[in-house]
């Protein structure tokens, strides 16, 4: 048990665990003001003990400032995000986490400096690490930081003057047209179902997991709305917003022959539940009428018919023929569901077709 003194009062806080070994459960306990109250049961102790901290601060404590480790901040902050960040960025998370060398976990988040973060970083490039690799650890020890600031166990987060990774974003090479009508015709003979989405997904540029989660009561004539997101964890499946939140909902308008095609599961979809006796299905893309697909179904059944390409290569398909095209950067991004247009240029960039020499004639026209 740890016994605080805070403004004069005493915080007497402890760590209580039930279960057998490997199911453990644990929850936090303070006793101060003469109250006492406990945290929700957590599967990790390092996330109790951040609730521990989040519960001393709502009874008018103040949580102190040393005696937690790296590694303990760290484990809780990814156990807490954990069911409310999707499955990837949890896992790249965790990736970043098993880069932290031992003895840097070990040492107390308040003596966590600016230069001591550099020192980490320098010794990971003499490791061997790459700025890739480096970034994943400047990633999850940022956020974790952050929560450590939030809980009163650092006075600053010391990521934000470190020198950041100097990570280059990947070359973006889609794939072409005759590419992608390969991909489509390959996969009719799979499962037409699959067929269709992939070309929704080149059609539309949207994200794996808002194509699963498509219900009928989206598609309203030539337009289709994406409002919601589906992520898999070992709960199961779930129901998110989509990656950027409400700034990624939009409506954006599709072609006929892309309507019939989905028109066409539908009908067959009514049919096999009138057979049943079962209600209308709501899910778009369904193996049973009832739940819908999992995203890494759609991964795992693309990888099988093509390696030359990703399935988030059709997302880049769609960008950048629209933006070689000449369609505004405003307009692609809303299809895509970007934060903000920035977004789209810092990405595209490249596929943005020069205008320079319409720019100098059209100067030398005024002058």
Sequence with gaps: ??????????????????????????????????????????????????????????????????????????????????????????????????????????????????????????????????????????????????????????????????DKPEARAAEIVPPSPEDVRALIACAVGVNSDLSTCFRLAAATGMRRGELVALQWRDLNGLALTIRRSLVEDDDGLHVRDTKTGSRGHRTIRIGGDMVALLREIEKRQLEECATAG?????????????????????????????????LHGLRHFHATQLLAAGVPVATVSHRLGHSSPAVTLNTYSHWIPASDEHSADLIEGLL
């Design 1 to 162: 048990m740890t016994t605080l003194g805070t403004l004069g009062t005493i915080a007497l806080m402890s760590i209580e665990r039930r279960g057998t070994k490997g199911s453990y459960r644990y929850r936090g306990v303070v006793r101060f003001g003469g109250q006492k109250q406990h945290t929700p049961w957590t599967k990790t102790e390092a996330e109790a003990r951040m609730a521990e901290s989040g519960l001393l601060t709502q009874l008018g404590g103040t949580p102190r400032s040393s005696g937690h480790t790296v590694a303990e901040l760290v484990a809780g902050t990814i156990a807490d995000l954990t069911g409310r960040r999707s499955p990837g960025t949890i896992s790249f998370y965790r990736e970043g986490e098993g880069l932290i060398p031992a003895r840097f976990g070990n040492r107390d988040v308040s003596t966590i400096k600016p230069l001591i973060v550099d020192s980490l970083y320098r010794e990971l490039r003499t490791g061997g690490a790459s700025e890739h690799k480096i970034n994943k650890v400047h990633k999850v020890l940022s956020v974790s930081f952050s929560r450590g600031l939030k809980y009163g166990w650092c006075t600053a987060n010391p990521c934000v003057s470190a």
């Design 278 to 310: 079962v209600s209308a299905p709501a899910w778009c893309f369904s193996h049973d009428l009832e739940t819908p697909w999992r995203p890494e179904y759609l991964t795992t059944a693309f990888a099988r018919l093509t390696t030359d390409f990703t």
